[in-house]
């Protein structure tokens, strides 16, 4: 490829950075950006109308793009919707309105799988309902009934009408936008399961014995993507992917490392996947969500004051490259008179699990 | 005699209809009638003065305040000297409700739909935030008006299975499941009732004799209802009700002011 073009090129060229664009050299392409600019950092690989039925999932950062896509006018999937009338903090609070189905978040490449392979009847997972003060939990929703169920029964109906829409969702839609969040978790020792959040942290209560802590590698979390793809593929053939990696840092780890290392570990390896993904499957596209948000030229403006949260602003300057590039200017200017309204700091309304690990955390200091 | 305004919406007229026939039977009531299409009604505000109507700060333009001088008689109506009020048509956001009983099983109120469930927690909490919405604007004050009563615009009668307009998909999905829809219907109601009880406002129901098993309304009862703008029923009409209707929901509305 690269002995091609040189050939094809004049004999004059010494070096094949010759010619490149400026957005191929760190001092064009970062040093000499406007801080708040994303530049062109995305070239999408495939366009996506506004006709398209689009299901999303993922951490809690894939709120945002679910919510960006809706305002703009994107066909966003909703098999749980409920009316208009209904507002937004009160469904969120019980996991409407927040993805094409109400499964909450999934952090984890193993929860998407293991969501997908539970709904086509493929798996039984262990532990599935927990509970606490008497009051039943969706062990993989822990969030979409903040005050519980009657009983363990009534969980597991909830459940079972709930896979029916999942199953739905996946099948009739043209696009999927899974952002990968996290690759710590849970898991069950004997049947592998995996839970969007510890045993324990708003319901049942955690045993070594039956609970191991795990975090997945590259090749799982890569070898998970690729049968999720299979098994929607295999139901809905003309489906096409769009993956992205979340911004957010971990709140808490269990690996052993600092926070900061546990989370550019996995940062790095869900990165490293999405790379991979790309480059072997040709209706899988990237958006570079992690790195708008995390680009040094912006230098950390993008995060809240704890430097976790990602600000409005951050997010808006995210989904504008995305719609930029998926869509006329019409919806652009549109999502912008809307984003311009939104209220700062609307991400302390999103819906995320692990923000109750917070909790564990003390306040001394760092030997 | 006590004087009673109704003023109201397109659905005041089936109540101007029934009146008419039951006047007789209530002669110490005088029923002053002030009512305009939708499209101009919401417009209409109270001034200090206590008048209703096309008062000073309303911007109607030419063609509405003619509508408004031809369907009600004239541009105000005094309501501080009245015994009572009665605000015919308010929005009551039942249609979301139904929606979500036409597309939940609802735990402990009702089952049969296809689709998802719905804890009790949650539609308790939905209900609550839909009747927020439906609660007038702030002039509707019970405190300041004696003897404030809201009448809800009727629910769609059954025959509207055969209408195509969005508006009634909900209501469509519900004519054929049981009485546990009527019941998470009532559930909204209850919870109307007592925020516009809050307000010192009383709230009447559609009346009971009027309504099938699904909590829809009986057919006949939307059979040769009017508008103001045009004087039969139209064809994918089925929230407008007629004379009988409005008698019915006449004699509950002034048994609930108490003045007879």
Redesign the interface.
Same mark, same amino acid.
């Given at each position: 490829m690269q002995e091609e073009l040189m050939a094809s090129t004049n004999a004059a060229i010494i070096s094949p950075y010759q010619g490149l664009p400026p957005r191929a050299f760190w001092r064009t392409g970062v040093s000499a950006r406007d801080p708040l600019d994303p530049g062109d950092l995305y070239t999408r690989r495939f366009s996506i109308t506004k006709n398209a039925r689009i299901v999303t999932a993922g951490s809690c950062f894939a709120q945002h793009v679910g919510r960006t896509l809706r305002t703009s006018g994107y066909a966003i999937v909703d098999?749980?919707? $409920?009316?208009?009338?209904?507002?937004d903090k009160?469904?969120h !609070?019980?996991g409407?309105r927040l993805y094409s189905a109400?499964y909450g978040n999934i952090y984890t490449s193993r929860q998407l799988f293991q969501l997908l392979r539970e709904a086509y009847g493929e798996f039984v997972p262990a532990e599935a309902v927990w509970e606490r003060d008497n009051r039943y939990y969706d062990a993989f929703r822990p969030n979409v009934?903040?005050?519980g169920?009657?009983s363990e029964a $009534?969980v597991r109906?909830?459940r079972a009408?709930?896979l029916? !829409?999942v199953r739905r969702a996946f099948e009739g839609l043209d696009v999927f936008i899974f952002t990968f969040g996290l690759t710590e978790t849970w898991i069950h020792r004997h049947s592998g399961t995996v839970y969007p959040t510890a045993p324990g942290t708003i319901a049942g209560s955690f045993d070594p014995a039956l609970f191991a802590f795990c975090n997945l590698d590259f090749h799982e979390v890569l070898s998970d993507f690729e049968s999720c793809r299979s098994l929607i593929m295999g139901n809905n053939p003309g489906a096409k992917f769009i993956i992205t990696v979340s911004p957010v840092p971990l709140t808490a780890t269990a690996s052993g490392n600092h926070i900061e290392v546990a989370t550019s570990y996995s940062k790095a390896v869900l990165r490293a996947v999405c790379g991979a993904l790309v480059e072997r499957y040709d209706n899988i596209d990237y958006f570079p969500s992690y790195e708008v948000i995390t680009s040094q030229r912006a230098g950390g403006a993008y995060y809240d004051s704890n430097l976790r949260s990602v600000t409005t602003n951050g997010v808006n300057t995210a989904m504008k490259l995305f719609l930029a590039a998926h869509d006329d200017a019409i919806q652009v200017e549109k999502f912008t008179k809307i984003s311009d309204t939104l209220p700062l700091n609307q991400e302390e309304e999103l819906i995320c699990e692990d923000l109750f690990l917070d909790r564990f955390a003390t306040s001394g200091q760092t030997k | 005699m006590k004087r009673i305004v109704v003023v109201g919406n397109s659905h005041i007229i089936a109540m101007r209809d029934a009146w008419h026939i039951i006047k007789d039977d209530y002669p110490r009531l005088n029923l002053n009638f002030f009512g305009t299409s939708g499209g101009i009604f919401q417009h209409l505000r109270i001034d200090s003065e206590m008048r209703f109507g096309c008062v000073q700060g309303v911007e109607l333009n030419p063609n509405q305040l003619a509508g408004l001088r031809r369907d009600a008689g004239a541009e105000t109506i005094n309501l501080h000297d009245a015994d009572a009020v009665i605000y015919v048509g308010f929005v009551s956001?039942e249609?979301?409700i139904a929606?979500?009983i036409a597309?939940f099983?609802i735990?402990g109120l009702c089952s049969g739909s296809e689709?998802?469930?719905m804890?009790a927690?949650?539609y308790r909490?939905?209900v609550?935030?839909?009747a927020r919405?439906a609660m007038p604007a702030e002039m509707w004050d019970g405190e300041c008006i004696p003897s404030l009563v809201f009448v809800p615009t009727p629910r769609p009668s059954v025959d509207c299975s055969s209408g195509t307009l969005p508006i009634y998909e909900?209501w469509k999905r519900l004519i054929a499941r049981n009485s546990e829809v009527a019941n998470s219907l009532d559930v909204y109601l209850d919870r109307l009732e007592e925020i516009f009880a809050s307000r010192a406002i009383r709230m009447v129901r559609h009346p009971a004799a009027a309504l099938a098993d699904s909590g829809l309304t009986r057919s006949e009862f939307s059979r040769g209802s009017a508008t103001f703008q045009a004087n039969i029923h139209g064809a994918e009409d089925f929230f407008h009700m007629n004379r009988d209707y409005g008698r019915l929901q006449l004699i509950d509305t002034l048994s609930a002011l108490r003045l007879v």
């Open positions: 098999e749980e919707a $409920l009316p208009q009338a209904v507002s009160v469904a !609070r019980y409407y109400r009934e903040p005050d169920l009657e $009534l109906e909830h009408a709930h029916k !829409r | 956001y249609r979301p929606k979500i597309e099983n735990d689709g998802s469930r804890s927690a949650a909490d939905f609550e935030d839909v919405k909900g």
